[in-house]
Protein backbone atom coordinates (compact mmCIF):
# COMPACT_ATOMS: atom_id res chain seq x y z
CA UNK A 1 0.00 0.00 0.00
CA UNK A 2 1.52 3.18 -0.77
CA UNK A 3 2.08 6.27 1.73
CA UNK A 4 -0.94 8.31 0.27
CA UNK A 5 -3.23 5.52 1.17
CA UNK A 6 -1.95 4.62 4.48
CA UNK A 7 -2.58 8.16 5.17
CA UNK A 8 -6.27 8.35 4.02
CA UNK A 9 -6.78 5.29 5.01
CA UNK A 10 -5.34 6.74 8.84
CA UNK A 11 -7.62 10.02 8.55
CA UNK A 12 -10.53 8.04 7.78
CA UNK A 13 -10.01 5.72 11.01
CA UNK A 14 -9.36 9.44 12.93
CA UNK A 15 -12.79 10.80 11.59
CA UNK A 16 -14.40 7.48 12.53
CA UNK A 17 -13.01 7.96 15.99
CA UNK A 18 -14.56 11.79 16.25
CA UNK A 19 -17.73 10.24 15.31
CA UNK A 20 -18.15 7.83 17.94
CA UNK A 21 -16.85 10.17 20.29
CA UNK A 22 -19.58 12.96 18.89
CA UNK A 23 -22.42 9.77 19.34
CA UNK A 24 -21.55 9.37 22.84
CA UNK A 25 -21.88 12.68 23.96
CA UNK A 26 -25.26 12.44 22.30
CA UNK A 27 -25.87 9.48 24.28
CA UNK A 28 -24.52 11.30 27.43
CA UNK A 29 -26.45 14.29 27.02
CA UNK A 30 -29.95 12.72 26.42
CA UNK A 31 -29.05 10.31 29.79
CA UNK A 32 -29.00 13.83 31.04
CA UNK A 33 -32.98 14.70 30.30
CA UNK A 34 -35.40 14.92 33.09
CA UNK A 35 -32.45 14.92 35.54
CA UNK A 36 -31.07 17.43 37.78
CA UNK A 37 -27.70 17.94 35.92
CA UNK A 38 -26.30 20.16 38.81
CA UNK A 39 -26.38 17.48 41.25
CA UNK A 40 -24.44 15.06 39.43
CA UNK A 41 -22.02 17.80 38.29
CA UNK A 42 -21.76 18.02 42.62
CA UNK A 43 -21.44 14.86 42.70
CA UNK A 44 -18.99 14.30 40.29
CA UNK A 45 -16.89 17.30 41.58
CA UNK A 46 -17.07 15.72 45.14
CA UNK A 47 -15.66 12.47 43.59
CA UNK A 48 -12.85 13.83 42.29
CA UNK A 49 -12.13 15.66 45.40
CA UNK A 50 -12.38 18.95 44.10
CA UNK A 51 -12.74 22.21 45.76
CA UNK A 52 -16.55 23.46 44.47
CA UNK A 53 -16.11 26.80 45.79
CA UNK A 54 -12.88 28.15 43.65
CA UNK A 55 -11.66 27.45 40.11
CA UNK A 56 -12.75 25.35 37.18
CA UNK A 57 -15.25 22.85 39.68
CA UNK A 58 -17.48 25.94 40.39
CA UNK A 59 -18.12 27.06 37.11
CA UNK A 60 -18.51 23.69 36.03
CA UNK A 61 -21.28 23.05 38.54
CA UNK A 62 -22.98 26.75 38.21
CA UNK A 63 -23.05 25.73 34.51
CA UNK A 64 -24.35 22.89 34.94
CA UNK A 65 -27.76 24.56 37.35
CA UNK A 66 -28.30 26.57 33.92
CA UNK A 67 -28.93 23.24 31.59
CA UNK A 68 -31.80 22.68 30.33
CA UNK A 69 -33.59 19.75 28.82
CA UNK A 70 -33.89 21.60 25.88
CA UNK A 71 -30.34 22.20 25.69
CA UNK A 72 -29.71 19.02 26.40
CA UNK A 73 -31.41 17.83 23.16
CA UNK A 74 -30.01 20.34 21.35
CA UNK A 75 -26.71 19.05 22.61
CA UNK A 76 -27.62 15.32 21.55
CA UNK A 77 -28.74 16.93 17.88
CA UNK A 78 -25.91 18.60 16.94
CA UNK A 79 -23.61 15.72 18.07
CA UNK A 80 -25.12 13.03 16.53
CA UNK A 81 -26.05 15.19 13.11
CA UNK A 82 -22.28 16.21 13.39
CA UNK A 83 -21.21 12.20 14.05
CA UNK A 84 -23.43 11.91 10.66
CA UNK A 85 -20.82 14.29 8.26
CA UNK A 86 -17.93 12.19 10.33
CA UNK A 87 -19.11 9.30 9.15
CA UNK A 88 -19.97 10.31 5.95
CA UNK A 89 -16.61 11.31 5.29
CA UNK A 90 -14.83 8.74 7.15
CA UNK A 91 -16.70 6.30 4.48
CA UNK A 92 -15.62 8.48 1.75
CA UNK A 93 -11.79 8.60 2.69
CA UNK A 94 -11.71 4.71 3.22
CA UNK A 95 -13.16 4.02 -0.13
CA UNK A 96 -10.76 6.99 -1.42
CA UNK A 97 -13.65 9.25 -2.71
CA UNK A 98 -12.22 12.56 -4.46
CA UNK A 99 -14.96 14.35 -2.73
CA UNK A 100 -14.32 12.99 0.44
CA UNK A 101 -10.40 14.12 0.37
CA UNK A 102 -11.82 17.58 -1.00
CA UNK A 103 -13.89 17.63 2.09
CA UNK A 104 -11.49 16.67 4.83
CA UNK A 105 -9.40 19.76 3.77
CA UNK A 106 -12.19 21.52 3.97
CA UNK A 107 -13.81 20.52 6.66
CA UNK A 108 -10.41 20.43 8.46
CA UNK A 109 -8.79 24.00 7.46
CA UNK A 110 -12.30 25.79 8.43
CA UNK A 111 -11.17 24.91 12.23
CA UNK A 112 -7.46 26.07 11.64
CA UNK A 113 -8.31 29.96 12.05
CA UNK A 114 -10.40 29.26 15.37
CA UNK A 115 -7.78 26.94 16.64
CA UNK A 116 -4.94 29.45 16.50
CA UNK A 117 -7.35 32.34 17.57
CA UNK A 118 -8.08 29.74 20.89
CA UNK A 119 -4.07 29.03 21.01
CA UNK A 120 -3.67 32.74 20.71
CA UNK A 121 -6.34 33.34 23.35
CA UNK A 122 -5.20 30.80 25.87
CA UNK A 123 -2.23 28.96 25.12
CA UNK A 124 -2.33 25.64 26.82
CA UNK A 125 -1.13 22.31 25.23
CA UNK A 126 -4.38 20.75 24.50
CA UNK A 127 -4.88 23.63 22.20
CA UNK A 128 -1.55 23.77 20.60
CA UNK A 129 -1.73 19.61 19.85
CA UNK A 130 -5.71 19.77 18.17
CA UNK A 131 -3.92 22.74 16.36
CA UNK A 132 -1.08 20.61 15.36
CA UNK A 133 -2.96 17.65 14.71
CA UNK A 134 -5.95 19.64 12.39
CA UNK A 135 -3.00 20.93 10.45
CA UNK A 136 -1.06 18.00 10.10
CA UNK A 137 -4.55 16.45 8.62
CA UNK A 138 -5.39 19.49 6.35
CA UNK A 139 -1.44 19.39 4.92
CA UNK A 140 -1.60 15.40 4.29
CA UNK A 141 -4.60 15.58 2.60
CA UNK A 142 -3.48 18.29 0.55
CA UNK A 143 -0.49 16.32 -0.54
CA UNK A 144 -3.19 13.06 -1.55
CA UNK A 145 -4.96 15.36 -3.63
CA UNK A 146 -2.14 17.08 -5.27
CA UNK A 147 -0.40 13.79 -5.90
CA UNK A 148 -3.95 12.00 -6.80
CA UNK A 149 -4.56 14.66 -9.37
CA UNK A 150 -1.24 14.38 -11.13
CA UNK A 151 -1.59 10.87 -11.55
CA UNK A 152 -5.63 11.46 -12.86
CA UNK A 153 -3.87 14.05 -15.29
CA UNK A 154 -1.26 11.42 -16.76
CA UNK A 155 -3.45 8.57 -16.99
CA UNK A 156 -5.71 11.21 -19.19
CA UNK A 157 -3.23 12.62 -21.27
CA UNK A 158 -2.23 10.68 -24.08
CA UNK A 159 0.39 9.34 -25.24
CA UNK A 160 2.48 11.97 -28.40
CA UNK A 161 2.97 10.13 -31.36
CA UNK A 162 6.72 9.75 -31.96
CA UNK A 163 8.93 12.67 -33.77
CA UNK A 164 10.01 11.36 -37.61
Known sequence: M?????????????????????????IGAVSLVHRDVRV???ALVGRLHLN?????????????ARITDARLWLIASIGFLYAVFRF??????????????WLAVVSGGLFVPLEIYEVAEKFTRVRV?????????????????VKNRRIRLAKSTPPKPPAA
Not at 3 to 14: D, E, G, I, P, T
Not at 90 to 100: D, I, N, P, R
Not at 129 to 145: H, S
Open 88 to 101: IESYGLWFEKVWAE
Open 40 to 42: IAA
Open 129 to 145: CALIVNLAVVCAMIGVL
Open 2 to 26: DSSKVVVKSVALFEAAKGVLLVLVG
Open 52 to 64: PAQGFAGSFVEAA
